[in-house]
C-alpha cells in the first residue's frame, strides 16, 4: 500500500499537467486562438481600403427567400 501512494504522488502530478495541456490544445483548436504569445501578424491596413476576411456561406432558406420577392409586414385591424 506504501509503495502505490508513493507511485501515485510520482505519477498523478505529471498526468494531470498532461490532460491540462490537452484540454487547452483542444480548446485553442476549437476558438481559432493561438497559443499565448504565438499571435498571427496581420497586414498593416491602409486608410480607404475595405478588406473582408470572411463571407458567410447561406443557407437554403436564405436562398429562396431572396428569390421570392418583397414582402411587407402588415397588422390587421379590427
Do not use: C, Y
Not at 480607404?48 to 436564405?62: L, N, Q, R, T
Amino acid at each position: 500500500m506504501w509503495l502505490i501512494r508513493m507511485i501515485a504522488k510520482l505519477l498523478l502530478p505529471f498526468l494531470f499537467k498532461k490532460m491540462v495541456k490537452k484540454a487547452q490544445d483542444k480548446f485553442n483548436s476549437s476558438t481559432g486562438q493561438q497559443p499565448f504569445g504565438q499571435q498571427q501578424a496581420h497586414p498593416p491596413r491602409t486608410n480607404g481600403k475595405i478588406s473582408i476576411d470572411f463571407i458567410p456561406p447561406k443557407d437554403k432558406e436564405a436562398r429562396a427567400a431572396d428569390k421570392a420577392g418583397d414582402f411587407i409586414d402588415f397588422e390587421d385591424l379590427k
